[in-house]
């Protein structure tokens, strides 16, 4: 997510599952991560502007569409295949998330690549069906920004008229990415919605919305009340909260691979193409079964302030970013910021304190001792509001969010110099980790 990543970058919090949850400190439990992930393979940009690349299945589509937003069963059931029986569970929770949904907008768009199906579909549904992908671009009411996915969509004939026949991707598909492309939480599996103050949660089937969405709800107010930094500056409070059912529909809503998530809390995940697009916070529904209430909430809350900066796009070093996040929630909620630093300063007595911040490398995915860079990241943010204060440190992450150099911001905001600054933040650090 820091300089020269790849657009649409996600912004995942990992936690170390392995450590115990101590009574005393919550946070022990918490690597305070945000490691970047493999982002997605990057998505070609639909052509908006190319017709239709089939109006009688288009048409298909856009009835769907619609007899879902309006609740019309009938006309859902007419458009629909029901010769794959396999398809009956799919159609039925399609159609109850898109009644479900409170969207602002959804829109299916066909693409040209219209390809025969094989195997067992061409046994079932006949030579004449075929399969598509389609761009899907939806938007829940109160976010400003529209999300963008590719989905598949399978169609036969009855007579001459186009049904949906399925949701599944190609057997075989071309893309070799296909099968690993993140996809829309409400196409994987049944949800369900709850909003409050431009705070949407999308719960899978054993999650509570209503549950979820007090939690969100209270991030949401935390980052409106204590960050102006950056965007944050124009942030309107909406923030979109998702909870699969399991791990893993968490990982095949990332696109994923299974496993590859389980240490990962929550994610800040772009969805869209490149900047501007759709931020959506995407939680690991084993955060509450490893982690107290306190714990969750630190982690709402620092993922709230990634969608509130929208720090993907950010050309703020890693170590601000993070920093940040972890400052506002740790100091919102003081009683998890026991243990925190620990791993950094057990470092620093051992070895003396590192020579220099830690570069964006240091958060990647798989990075060795992420939970000693994400301690860097909030120590270097903590010295900045107890030395100067939390405005400055805002004031600070906002210029350089705005482009100027680390060096010239620390000199407008802070008064001081790289060098001084990172010599300041060591001695505070060797301070600590004699107490
Ligand atoms: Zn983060």
Do not use: K
Not at 28 to 33: D, E, G, V
Request: charged share 20%; glycine share 8%.
């Amino acid at each position: 997510m820091g300089r020269g990543a790849p657009p649409g970058l996600t912004v995942p919090r990992t936690t170390r599952w392995s450590r115990a949850l101590g009574a005393l400190a919550v946070a022990a439990a918490l690597l305070t991560a945000c490691s970047s992930p493999t982002p997605p393979a990057p998505r070609p940009t639909p052509a908006a502007t190319v017709p239709a690349a089939d109006p009688a299945a288009q048409s298909v589509v856009d009835t769907l569409v619609q007899a879902g937003r309006t609740g019309d069963r009938a006309a859902f059931d007419a458009a629909t295949s029901t010769v794959d029986p396999t398809f009956a569970d799919r159609a039925r929770l399609l159609y109850g998330n898109l009644v479900g949904l409170p969207w602002a907008v959804l829109d299916v768009r066909l693409r040209a690549d219209r390809e025969p199906v094989r195997g067992r579909l061409r046994e079932l549904l006949g030579p004449d069906a075929w399969q598509q992908p389609a761009t899907v671009r939806w938007r829940l009411v109160g976010e400003t920004a529209t999300a963008e996915h590719t989905v598949w969509l399978t169609f036969d004939l009855d007579g001459d008229r186009p049904q949906l026949a399925g949701t599944t991707p190609p057997e075989d598909p071309d893309d070799p990415d296909g099968a690993v492309r993140p996809q829309p939480v409400w196409w994987t599996g049944p949800v369900s919605a709850a909003s409050r103050d431009g705070v949407t949660v999308l719960a899978g089937p054993g999650q509570s919305a209503d549950a979820w969405l007090d939690r969100a709800v209270a991030a949401a107010a935390v980052v409106r009340e204590r960050v102006r930094a950056g965007d944050a500056a124009r942030w309107g409070g909406g923030l979109v909260v998702e909870v699969p059912a399991s791990r893993t529909a968490f990982e095949a809503e990332l696109g994923a691979d299974p496993g590859s998530y389980t240490g990962i809390a929550a994610v800040t995940l772009g969805e869209g193409s490149g900047a501007g697009s759709a931020l959506r916070v995407v939680v690991n529904p084993d955060v509450t079964r490893v982690l107290a209430p306190l714990g969750v909430a630190v982690v709402l809350t620092h993922e709230t302030v990634h969608v509130a900066t929208r720090s993907p796009d950010s050309p703020a070093p890693t170590w601000l970013v993070e920093g940040l996040a972890d400052e506002v929630a740790l100091a919102a909620n003081p009683a998890a910021a026991d243990g925190v630093a620990e791993p950094l300063l057990a470092r620093v007595r051992a070895d003396g304190a590192p020579e220099a911040l830690p570069g964006d490398e240091a958060f990647l995915a798989g990075a060795d001792d992420l939970a000693v860079s994400y301690a860097a990241a909030w120590t270097a943010c903590r010295y900045v509001a107890e030395t100067w204060s939390e405005e400055d440190l805002q004031r600070l992450y906002t210029a350089v969010d705005g482009g100027q150099r680390l060096d010239a911001a620390l000199q407008a905001t802070l008064g001081t110099d790289e060098a001084r600054f990172t010599a300041g933040w060591r001695a505070a650090l060797a301070r600590q980790a004699r107490s």
